[in-house]
């Protein structure tokens, strides 16, 4: 989940994300929720780099602001998931194990939450990633913001590689995917589909219902 879907998003957002994820369960699905920075992260981020703090401090402080997002949403799913937020793959684990909902933030400096995200899946067996961003329903040709770009329903790893190839990697800026989440569902065939979560019900109409929203990666 793109963290600004959790700390600028309407109000409602967590009530809403809490009901679309009982849903989910109750139809027999087993998930983990991994959460990014968001707005929060990158205010931090771009203060600080300004001042001259080297990238490995400051993908420190995106990933500590990913754990607060990740303990809102926690929370918010409580008691399905922990309050405590996993700091490593295999406390996550134990909590899959035992039937819970595990919900991670960032793990270390140089890795993207996508990264996290593509470490889980493969951790707990899952065969797709449903990777909600905000306000943009997928992958683009170009710019979503571009009008002349459009909407890619399906890709395949390696289109997906050549999309993401010259993006940034600098803290607080991992975008869309990165190259080393890439390389883990690349090498595990997990499927990822890239859609608006604006509206947290997406999880149930693509899990549940087999909605094909978004851009497919596989």
């Known amino acids: 989940m793109s963290g600004s879907l959790i700390s ?5 957002y967590l009530k809403d994300l809490r009901k679309s994820i009982e849903d989910v369960l109750s139809s027999g699905w087993r998930v983990g929720i991994v959460v990014g ?10 203060q600080l780099r300004s001042l001259g703090v080297p990238e490995s401090i400051l993908d420190e402080i995106g990933i500590e602001s990913t754990v607060l997002n990740a303990m809102a949403v926690a929370a918010a799913l409580y008691p399905r998931s922990p309050i405590n937020v996993p700091r490593n793959i295999r406390e996550s684990l134990l909590e899959f194990q035992e039937g819970l909902v595990p919900v991670m933030g960032g793990l270390q ?16 067996g899952a065969k ?18 571009d009008p002349a770009s459009r909407l890619i329903s399906k890709a395949t790893y ?6 993401v190839r010259d993006k940034a990697s600098l803290a607080g800026t991992y ?13 595990s065939s997990i499927k990822v589909r890239f859609a608006d979560g604006s509206d947290p019900s997406v999880i149930y109409r693509i899990l549940v219902k087999n909605e094909e929203l978004g851009t497919l990666v596989g």
């Open 8 to 12: 600028s998003s309407k109000e409602s």
């Open 109 to 124: 400096p140089g890795h993207s939450t996508n990264a996290v995200a593509a470490i889980l899946a493969e951790t707990i």
């Open 128 to 145: 797709l990633i449903v990777n909600l961003l905000n306000g943009v329903a997928g992958v683009y040709t170009g710019d979503p913001r």
């Open 37 to 46: 920075g968001g707005q929060v992260a990158r205010s931090y981020i771009s």
């Open 175 to 187: 975008e869309l995917f990165d190259s080393v989440a890439l390389a883990i569902v690349k090498r």
């Open 158 to 163: 390696d289109e997906l590689e050549n999309i």
